[in-house]
């Protein structure tokens, strides 16, 4: 299936050529000529599913079927950390917007969402009441909400990042939930608000909306749907300036 044939060993890093730094603000539109290999990332015993970047550009996390999470450092290409411990393949990463914790979404088993202190590779917290198999994992910009999304007949699973109390469920999709991404507020608009976007099973991508900076304190509004053809929608992205949201999936397309 489409999820398993874009899975492999190699965690490839790509990067700009050193001499061409990439600004806060673009100042032209970048072209694949502008990229390269960094460097090739090996470590892993088993298929690599899942990969994340610290906000602060430090650490590069990688999920692997061989039950086990690495932390790579991206200027060496080391392997700093092992986190290990699973009971089953780590299927989705997700950062902290300070970049002292990794959020971690597997399964299938109870125990399918936990937070890991990323400076002793610890188990910080396991987050109950999650789906059983998880697809998806995001984290609020501003820090205060957690998100898994899986085989939980299409609910999205939010907890407080404060209490790790588990909220009411974000519900709208049909079936399983594939993929989350975070859109920060749109800066070109004013009174702009952060996104939560989710792709799932039931071939549409959702995007909710969230309260300036703060997200709902329960069930959250479904800002806009549209359909991704007749196929899962798959992945999903949003731009580092809030202004571009893209999904794709099975049907070959994206939008």
Partial sequence: NWQTEKRGRPVVVTGLRSEEALPVKPPRELTSQDYRIAKT?????GAVLAVACSPDGRLIASGSMDKTIKLWDPATGNCVKTLSGLATPANALAFTADSRFLLSGSGPEEQSVRLWNVSDGKVAK??????????AVACSPDGTRFVAGGSEAGALAVWDAATYQRL????????????????PP????????ALLVS??????ARVWKLAGTTWPGLVGENFGTFKGGDRQVSCVAASWNGERIAAAGTDKSIL
């Fill in 168 to 183: 009411d469920a974000l519900v709208g999709h049909l079936l399983d939930v594939y993929s989350l991404a975070c859109a």
């Fill in 126 to 135: 396991v987050l109950e009441g999650g789906p059983r198999l998880v697809f």
């Fill in 41 to 45: 990332l090996s470590g892993h015993a």
């Fill in 199 to 204: 792709g799932s099973g039931d071939a549409t």
């Fill in 186 to 193: 749109n800066a070109a608009e004013k009174n702009a608000q």
